[in-house]
């Protein structure tokens, strides 16, 4: 497993500081699958994932919907034929916090999980 998916997502506040650059390098080895893009000036770590139909990309919707709920932390969920795009990042502090990683990592578990 991950180590990053074995964390626990913290409470994040207005004001916490954003993962460091040192940190992103640190971080992004446990998820090579991600990248980090900007959109309307915030850094977000984002991913798309591929399936057979529409029926599996809305279970893996719903996978990753429960996922956030049990962590508190939201990310966007794109899901279209046989494609689901996930973005996360903090909006609070508009950019990366290390919550960002622990969940870009538990998502991709949850990829290999078909019932979670």
Same mark, same amino acid.
């Given at each position: 497993? &991950?180590?990053?998916?074995?964390?626990?997502?913290?409470?994040? @506040?207005?004001?916490?500081?954003?993962?460091?650059?040192?940190?992103?390098?640190?971080?992004?080895?446990?998820?090579?699958?991600?990248?980090?893009?900007? =959109?309307? #000036?915030?850094? @977000?770590?984002? =991913?798309?994932?591929?399936?057979?139909?529409?029926?599996?990309?809305?279970?893996?919707t719903? =996978?990753?919907?429960?996922?956030?709920?049990?962590? #508190?932390h939201?990310?966007v969920?794109?899901?279209?034929? #046989? =494609?689901?795009?996930?973005?996360?990042?903090?909006h609070?502090?508009? #950019?990366?916090?290390? &919550?960002?990683?622990?969940?870009?990592?538990?998502?991709?578990?949850?990829?290999?999980?078909p019932?979670?």
């Amino acid at each position: 497993m &991950n180590p990053l998916a074995e964390i626990k997502c913290v409470p994040c @506040r207005e004001g916490a500081e954003p993962v460091t650059l040192a940190e992103i390098d640190e971080f992004l080895p446990f998820i090579p699958d991600w990248q980090i893009i900007e =959109r309307a #000036g915030i850094p @977000r770590l984002e =991913r798309a994932f591929e399936f057979k139909d529409f029926a599996e990309a809305m279970a893996f919707t719903d =996978r990753i919907a429960a996922l956030a709920e049990q962590e #508190g932390h939201h990310p966007v969920l794109i899901t279209e034929w #046989g =494609r689901v795009t996930v973005a996360w990042w903090t909006h609070k502090i508009k #950019g990366l916090h290390r &919550n960002d990683f622990i969940m870009a990592a538990k998502t991709d578990e949850r990829l290999k999980t078909p019932a979670a």
